[in-house]
């Protein structure tokens, strides 16, 4: 073999080593989580473990309802903030916009990206938890959690709507404006149902991202373990609960944090396959027209 | 509702969607700007945080933190995360292996950071006895990021146009020596970009490193001792000292960064663009 042989096929072995990596991390992820969350879920029994409604480390008792709970309601409270906003948005982008508003609009969105989520924290913290403190309670609430968290999630409902709202095929568009439908009537009544399966993709990787935030949310949540009875009431996220103990946690009560972790991996492996799915969906159905 | 009332509501929400979004952009950033760059100077840049519950002092070994982090996680991440960009845009065939490193490629991009942090927590600060030290985040760092290098390398090169390879493949050129000479050469505006997109992700994540860092606030001197990013910085500053000043004058630093990050990123794709197009 001359030489060039041996370095094309070395250069290619290495690249696949380097493409396995990801593989071999996501495994590794999985098994550590697991690994160090098993003698919890051992200890304490899978059902108790999430439904049980007491958290309480000195005494031995993990339920992670409460988080569970948390994080829900503040992904719900989010999401219905951010629904219409990001998909009035996406419309303005894909349809209304001229080429220059949208050359300032999606710098903005990127920008909105990148602001750390402590800096989130730090502005909801200022401006959001003393407001919500003036309709009642201590202010640390879902709701403050949820005003934060739709700033942080509509960049993701803005893009991916604004994609699949651009990928519906043209013809769509003159043959509805053809038949005499206003602008709105054929973005309601054909672009908007015909993107469907890529709105639903964009709202459910808003959501993943909502569930996995971290330090906004422990900034303006409270962090205290109740299950909150009002959108006032201050609660606690399965990120929160993580990120608050890990440092100091030992025995049962370590392990039964990297259980929540465990349940975490597990809801946002859920709603990705959901999102891949939509948007497979989406694109087949645009190739079949 | 005539259809003409209908449109007239429907431009009103519509428009009502873009204004809130810039809103939200523009009160963050010009609020944390305005609350934080009176408390600025280059004394505060360059000043060490004494480590008290007041927060006095400045940000000096925050930025050292950030910078070493940068340093560190960025030549670990490299080799790998182009690689596997090269082996997908080049290599990959439509089989099963490629598919099982795609499924993992998204499903990495979704983990939460949080995520990460205990399995680099578990691994790296406990199992592996880094402890917590730059270089326990920086590997934590280096699997949140792969993801997002590979993506970017991936589209990067296969944005190069098919008749660069057929031009080199033509002239007697082995596959390396084509993609070495040829195709990365005219990729690397993208991959670039790539590389300044992950460094911003290493200047905004918190979570991940709050658990495998440690915080501590004096000057790094190894990859094994403790440290704090920015972000961190201004995490402890906000919940643990309550010093909300210089919270702020943290987040402006913050600020400032990502915007320039941003438009670095829009600048050099934008010529690359032009480049490839005009090419």
Known sequence: MTSHVIIDRTAKYVTIICASASFVILGAIFVFTLREGLPAFQAIGVIDFLFGTEWRPGQEMFGILPMILGSLLVTLGAMILAIPIGIACAILLAEVASYRMRQIFRPAVELLVGIPSV??????????????????????????ASIVLMAMVLPTVISISEDSLRAVPRGYKEAALAMGSTDWQWIWHVQLPAA??????????????????????????????????SILSSARTLTGNIAVEIMYAAGIHRSALFSTGVILFLIILALNTVATFALKRGLKAHHVA | MSPKTVQKIANVFVWGGGVITIAILLGIILYVLIQGVPSLSLEFLITPPKGGLGG??????AIVGTLYLLGVTLAILLVPGIGAGIYLAEYARDNRFTRIIRYAVETLAGVPSIVFGLFGFALFVTSLHFNFSILSGALTLVCLLLPTLIRTTEEAVRTVPRSYREGALAMGASKWQTIRHVVLPAAMPGIITGIILCAGRIVEETACLYVTMGGSSAMPTSLFSGGRTLSLHLFYLAMETRAFDKAMATGAVLIIIIISVNALTNWLSQRYQRKIRGG
Do not use: H, K
Request: proline content about 3%.
């Open chain 2, 56 to 61: 006095e002092g400045g940000i000096s070994t």
């Open chain 1, 196 to 229: 469907r399966s890529g709105i639903v993709a964009g709202i459910v990787l808003g959501m993943g991202r909502a569930i996995g935030e971290t330090m906004a949310m422990i900034m303006v949540i409270g962090n205290s373990v109740v299950i909150p009875d």
């Open chain 1, 119 to 144: 800096v989130y924290g730090l502005v909801g913290l200022m401006l959001i938890v003393p407001a919500v403190r003036q309709i009642g309670g201590t202010g640390f609430s879902i709701l403050a």
